[in-house]
């Protein structure tokens, strides 16, 4: 029996009395994965990206492990909810237009000593000043890195288009900005280098893009060192009592808690594996989660149809964003229909062993959106279910 075999036997087993379709977390793979993170961290804290894992539950278990600090939220909706439920770092990692969010967070000693906002313009601030009301907490604030690369004098670009600040110059007039600001407190630096830590450089089949895409994040990699080295001293001159430089992602982990310049590293994905993670030569993860649905039709030879799957990931579209079917071994989607709302068929030679009712398991092709299609996941340890816990959707929380 193959080691996939092996797992799909232990799932099944585990949810021999559940109806699909469900969503499930290996929790041997998940602990298994979080200990590579802070190996590969080497000492550095790894904070958490709520994105990926959309669970309070299993945020909770991840930051009670060593290696593992504070939590990288993604709206300020969500970063006042999850300060609220006791988590006291959330470095909120993308802008707000949320003026109720922040006459809130300006109003509550608690929420403010707790949650970190993200900036990359004045006009940020400003927003935030016209949204307090009659809150005067200080507002703790974070800037952001452009990390992309620049190549032929700029007319190049390989990068997430984020934040626009990119020199140290450009870094030190925003940091000035927020200590002239009253009701402002600068407190952190961060740079999400997206085309190292999100870009798989091992593709199946794909030899001359991977070769390509090593070499661009090597050379990336050793421009952005430099790069926010400077930006980081820029800063400090400005806010020496900078408290957190935050870089890097599952994919960089290693690499980016080498610059001294960086104090910890964000990841998430890496805990759950999906999909997009087995294009990596940087790392080697479990797959963690997962989704089953219930085969209900039986067309022909060599063909099953299983309920609803169409899941596609977020990002530009193609077929990397699709789920991929994973558990039994060898079946694959009918070309002319693929993943579908309702229904999918699925074909090749498992689909014959396969009857009505039957699990088919697959892999999301990201981290925490499957929680988007469920409202709990059952935690498996071995060949049961210990535990039922709510997504974020279970807990009536979309916050986007």
Same mark, same amino acid.
């Given at each position: 029996?193959?080691?996939?075999?092996?797992?799909?036997? #232990?799932?099944?087993?585990?949810?021999?009395?559940?109806?699909?379709?469900?969503?499930?977390?290996?929790?041997?793979?998940?602990?298994?994965?979080?200990?590579?993170?802070?190996?590969?961290?080497?000492?550095?804290?790894?904070?958490? =990206?709520?994105?990926?894992?959309? $669970?309070?539950?299993?945020?909770?278990?991840?930051? =009670?492990? /060593?290696? &593992?600090?504070?939590?990288?939220?993604?709206?300020?909706?969500?970063?006042?909810?999850?300060?609220?439920?006791? &988590?006291?770092?959330?470095?909120? +990692?993308?802008?707000?237009?949320?003026?109720?969010?922040?006459?809130?967070?300006?109003?509550?000693?608690?929420?403010?000593?707790?949650?970190?906002?993200?900036? !990359?313009?004045?006009?940020?601030?400003?927003?935030?000043?016209?949204?307090?009301?009659?809150?005067?907490?200080?507002?703790?604030? $974070?800037?952001? *890195?452009?990390?992309?690369?620049? @190549?032929?004098?700029?007319?190049?670009?390989?990068?997430?288009?984020?934040?626009?600040?990119?020199?140290?110059?450009?870094?030190?007039?925003?940091?000035?900005?927020?200590?002239?600001?009253?009701?402002?407190?600068?407190?952190?630096?961060?740079?999400?280098?997206?085309?190292? +830590?999100?870009?798989?450089?091992?593709?199946?089949?794909? /030899? @001359?893009?991977?070769?390509?895409?090593?070499?661009?994040?090597?050379?990336?990699?050793?421009?952005?060192?430099?790069? #926010?080295?400077?930006?980081? +001293?820029?800063?400090?001159?400005?806010?020496?009592?900078?408290? &957190?430089?935050?870089?890097?992602?599952?994919?960089?982990?290693?690499?980016?808690?080498?610059?001294?310049?960086?104090?910890?590293?964000?990841?998430?994905?890496?805990?759950?594996?999906?999909?997009?993670?087995? !294009? &990596?030569?940087?790392?080697?993860?479990?797959?963690?989660?997962?989704?089953?649905?219930?085969?209900?039709?039986?067309?022909?030879?060599?063909?099953?149809?299983? *309920?609803?799957?169409?899941?596609?990931?977020?990002?530009?579209?193609?077929?990397?964003?699709?789920?991929?079917?994973?558990?039994?071994?060898?079946?694959?989607?009918?070309?002319?229909?693929?993943?579908?709302?309702?229904?999918?068929?699925?074909?090749?030679?498992?689909?014959?062993?396969? @009857?009505?009712?039957?699990?088919?398991?697959?892999?999301?092709?990201?981290?925490?959106?499957?929680?988007?299609?469920? !409202?709990?996941?059952?935690?498996?340890?071995?060949?049961?279910?210990?535990?039922?816990? /709510?997504?974020?959707?279970?807990?009536?929380?979309?916050?986007?």
């Amino acid at each position: 029996m193959t080691p996939r075999a092996a797992d799909r036997a #232990r799932y099944d087993r585990a949810t021999a009395h559940l109806d699909a379709p469900l969503a499930v977390v290996d929790l041997d793979a998940f602990d298994a994965n979080a200990d590579d993170l802070a190996a590969r961290a080497a000492g550095k804290p790894v904070r958490v =990206a709520s994105k990926s894992l959309r $669970c309070r539950a299993l945020l909770e278990r991840v930051l =009670a492990r /060593p290696g &593992f600090a504070g939590v990288m939220a993604f709206t300020l909706a969500e970063s006042l909810w999850l300060a609220r439920s006791g &988590f006291r770092d959330v470095l909120l +990692a993308y802008p707000s237009a949320d003026r109720a969010g922040f006459a809130e967070l300006a109003g509550d000693a608690a929420l403010a000593g707790a949650v970190t906002v993200m900036v !990359d313009d004045p006009a940020q601030l400003d927003l935030v000043d016209a949204a307090r009301g009659d809150g005067r907490e200080e507002v703790r604030v $974070c800037l952001e *890195l452009d990390t992309s690369l620049r @190549l032929l004098g700029g007319r190049v670009r390989i990068g997430a288009l984020r934040s626009p600040l990119r020199e140290p110059a450009e870094l030190a007039e925003l940091a000035r900005s927020v200590a002239r600001r009253p009701g402002f407190r600068l407190v952190g630096l961060m740079a999400y280098e997206g085309h190292v +830590a999100g870009v798989g450089d091992a593709v199946a089949g794909r /030899p @001359l893009r991977s070769r390509a895409v090593r070499l661009m994040q090597a050379v990336a990699r050793r421009e952005l060192a430099a790069r #926010r080295a400077a930006v980081v +001293a820029a800063v400090r001159e400005v806010a020496p009592e900078l408290e &957190f430089v935050n870089g890097g992602g599952t994919g960089s982990v290693q690499y980016t808690v080498a610059e001294d310049a960086v104090t910890e590293v964000a990841a998430g994905s890496g805990l759950y594996v999906p999909r997009l993670f087995d !294009d &990596f030569s940087s790392f080697a993860g479990r797959p963690a989660a997962l989704f089953a649905q219930p085969v209900v039709r039986r067309p022909g030879v060599g063909v099953v149809t299983v *309920l609803g799957g169409g899941y596609p990931a977020s990002g530009a579209p193609g077929r990397d964003r699709l789920p991929v079917p994973y558990l039994p071994e060898g079946l694959r989607y009918d070309p002319r229909e693929g993943p579908g709302e309702v229904q999918t068929p699925l074909v090749g030679p498992p689909a014959d062993d396969l @009857l009505i009712g039957d699990k088919v398991w697959f892999r999301h092709a990201k981290a925490g959106e499957l929680c988007e299609r469920f !409202d709990r996941l059952h935690l498996i340890e071995g060949d049961r279910v210990t535990a039922v816990v /709510p997504t974020y959707r279970g807990e009536g929380r979309t916050f986007l």
